[in-house]
Every structure is written in C-alpha cells, then in structure tokens.
C-alpha cells in the first residue's frame, strides 16, 4: 500500500467546507502517519494532506478552523513562524500563559471565564449535583466524610 493509500484510508471526508477529519493516531491533537518503513520517522497528517494536494509548504500551517485533526487544505494557511504565533495569542494578557496539557491558556481570561460561569444558577446547580454523584459513588470520598461525621460528633457530644 503506498503512502497515499494509507493517508487517504484514515481520513473521514466531508464537504469542501467541512473539516476532513484524521482517524488514525494522534499525537497532541495533531493526526501523525509513518512515512513507510522502519525509522523514516512520521509526518503530520495536515502537512501531508497539503502536500499531497497543493505542493511543497513554504513556511509554516496555520489551522483556520482551530480543529487540530482536520487535514482539509482549504482550512490550512501558510504563515511565517511569527505570524502563526501571533494568531495564537488570543488576548492581551498572553505573557501570563499556563496548561499542562499542552494548551496555553491565559490565566487571567481563564479566571474570568469561570466568574461568568459561577455567576449561572444553572452551570452551580450542575456543579452542586456532580458532586453530590461523586460523594455518593465514592468510597474513598464516603469514608472520609464518614470519618469526619464521627470525629464531629464526639468532640461536640455533650457530656453524660
């Protein structure tokens, strides 16, 4: 099977407009695929895709679409690297950024984002029956508050 066969066979197609989405390994998000034989290393799957469809890639990809598993070339935009981070920097407090996960995430808008979240009867009430599912599926957690219930109660008996 050549390389395109295999690139092709783990791509979901939708429309010229929709995202063509990777089935095969992630890796961060992106889609990877072996280049062909052992120790030729791997390619990104949205860099294949535009090499395969468009040509040579001058620079750098920028998702447009911000799926990191879409290889649709019509949603990749070639930047320079300074470009491409300049379209991640989503506000003005980016020098404060954190995430473990890989993601940056600015700190200050991500606290604000949860303030707006808090201040929703609906999103607390949600939060509220969470936990009260996991207090009650919970061993670990049932033990403890158990523990606490008890030691509770003997330092506020009242003496006999």
Known sequence: MTFEERFWS???????????????????????????GRGMGNVLAHRAAYELLIGPIPDDLHHVCQNKACVNPAHLVCVT??????????????????????RSQCRVCRLEREREYWKDPDFRAHVAAQKRKRRRTDPRLRERESAYNRAYYRAHKEPA
């Open 81 to 102: 690297p300074g470009e491409h981070n300049s379209l991640h920097r989503k506000c003005d407090h980016a020098n404060r950024l954190m995430g473990k996960d890989g």
């Open 10 to 36: 783990k791509v979901d197609r939708g429309g010229r407009d929709q995202c063509w989405l990777w089935r095969g390994t992630l890796t961060r998000g992106y889609g990877v695929l072996g280049r062909g």
